[in-house]
């Protein structure tokens, strides 16, 4: 059965930091793209990170840019979402998915629809910031 499981959220301060971890079991993240979403009450579910195992491209949306980042753990299948200087805005449920052959989006236009891409979806660990 292939699963993802997101673990790390909870409370941070504005400023703080977390790092969400993403557990696979079922197949290999190590060949899979990986991707970071959140989605915060009453707005749609919006691409954060990527990492493509297709062509090594990567994507950070621009809300995000230079605070957050995602890493892989070669070999133990978990893949990592660090979340330096959290803001009020960032506040949402966090999901990780996966695919098996697509590259990540390249720019705001092709992130909209990122998100049918993927072929597996975590159920979302939730980071809440506040003072």
């Known amino acids: 059965q292939v699963q993802l499981v997101e673990s790390g959220g909870g409370l941070a301060q504005p400023g703080g930091s977390l790092r969400l971890s993403c557990a696979a079991s079922?197949?290999?993240?190590?060949?899979?793209?990986i991707g970071w979403f959140r989605q915060a009450p009453g707005k749609e579910r919006e691409g954060v990170v990527c990492v493509s195992s297709k062509d090594g491209g990567r994507y950070t949306a621009d809300s995000v840019q230079g605070r957050f980042s995602m890493s892989r753990e070669i070999g133990s299948n978990v893949a990592y979402l660090q979340m330096n200087n959290l803001k009020p805005e960032d506040p949402a449920t966090y999901l990780c998915a996966a695919a098996q052959d697509i590259s990540c989006p390249r720019s705001v236009v092709g992130e909209v629809a990122w998100k049918y891409a993927m072929d597996y979806w975590g159920n979302g660990t939730l980071v809440t910031v506040s003072s």
């Open positions: 079922g197949f290999t993240l190590d060949s899979a793209t």
